[in-house]
């Protein structure tokens, strides 16, 4: 594809005003062999997506490139980034916990580029649905990502489907201590965009808590933070419950997010958090990388982290892109306190809200029961809560549109009497069922 054609989309569906320096020099180099090293919330995906689609020719009708990544919510990411950039190349994401059933559907036609988790394609592989042998192009995105949650034999077994390689990718937030053995990579290119990642914006502060339990202390802090968005860091799925239930009894916007709930659970999780709808999210770690999130104000680390790239992790969903952030660090008396784990000064917060006022949630988020496959687009739902809701454009917040339904923001004091305004309404002509989520 011409990089002027991928400039303008990405631009256009994606609302990048400018390149930045890694994705430019992906529109210009010409390796074959690459190594992409990057931390998160860089713009990593969007690069090496421009570096994939200058390579790819129009649609072959076989597979012309494979992206695998470690997580169902990056392989979505990832799609959602490539799928309206690749116009005339079919994309599709196949990862665990979506129907088998529909991955298979979606392959009467011939994928050009197929976004999946290792297990998932290795499964499609294993019942003879796929045909890798043409493949040209392989991404490994958060390869170290994907060696630590155990799929080095999954990737290995896949790559050796393929034969007729000729652009190879691994990207990565770290700088990569182990290099695959299953494909030729010894003498890539290796473009380190890490050097430059320090984050002197980023404040580090030790939250000081007199009791073990620290609830009481996460409490007060949250009530003394100023207006923004935080991400409450726990080291276990029941911890992040308990804690996310006694921050919702306590009157926080709060949500929550972990391996153990659904897919779609996870996704309107991280929807409601990017929309501000639930500015505080409680998570464990599967939230501390890969994830699209917008700008975070504060991380608050309830647990200590278990390792130093999860101490590094965590961090970096704040201060990104040049922007300011916050991380708190609640510590014990007595604790262990992990060698990487710094601070630049103490806190003990009073719980009292700052003048300012403290977290709120100013949105509310409507539901709509339909989606792409009934023709709904982004464009649809917000020319429909303008002309029928009585919205203006900037009251309009962030859409999502999914296969069957859709959410959207809206001003939180204005959310009820949007509805009203709507209900009598058609959008697009078809009957839409319309109500306020939270």
Known sequence: ??????????????????????????ASTDARKLILLAPTGSGKTAAFAIRLLRYLGPSKGSVQAVILAPSRELVLQIADVIRPVAAGLKTVAFYG???????????????????????????????????????????????????????????????????????????????????????????????????????????????????????NTLTDLLRSLPDGRAIVFVNHRESAERVYGLLKKAGFPVGLYHGGLEQHERQLAIDLFNNGTTPILVSTDLGSRGLDIDDVNYVIHYHLPLTPETWTHRNGRTARMGASGTAYVIIAEGENIPDAVTWERDLYPTGKEPAEGGIRSHVATLYFNAGKKEKISRGDIAGFLIQKGGLTKDEVGKIVVNDHSAIAAVPRDKAREVVEAVAPHRLKNTKVKITLMR
């Open 97 to 215: 916990g979506h129907a088998m059933a529909e991955e298979v559907n979606s392959l009467s036609v011939t994928p050009d580029i197929i976004v999946a988790t290792p297990g998932r394609l290795l499964d499609h592989l294993t019942r003879g649905n796929l045909d890798l042998s043409g493949v040209k192009a392989l991404v490994l995105d958060e390869y170290d990502k994907s060696l630590e949650l155990g799929f080095l034999d999954e990737m290995r077994r896949i790559a050796r489907r393929m034969r007729s390689l000729e652009l190879i990718m691994l990207t990565s937030a770290t700088a990569l201590q182990e290099l695959p053995d299953f494909i030729p990579v010894r003498d890539a290119e290796i473009f380190d965009f890490t050097r430059d990642a320090a984050r002197p914006r980023l404040h580090t502060v030790r939250v000081n808590s007199p009791e073990r339990d620290k609830i």
């Open 1 to 26: 594809m011409d990089p002027r054609i991928i400039t303008e989309r990405l631009k256009e569906r994606h609302g990048i005003q400018q390149l930045n320096e890694m994705q430019l020099l992906m």
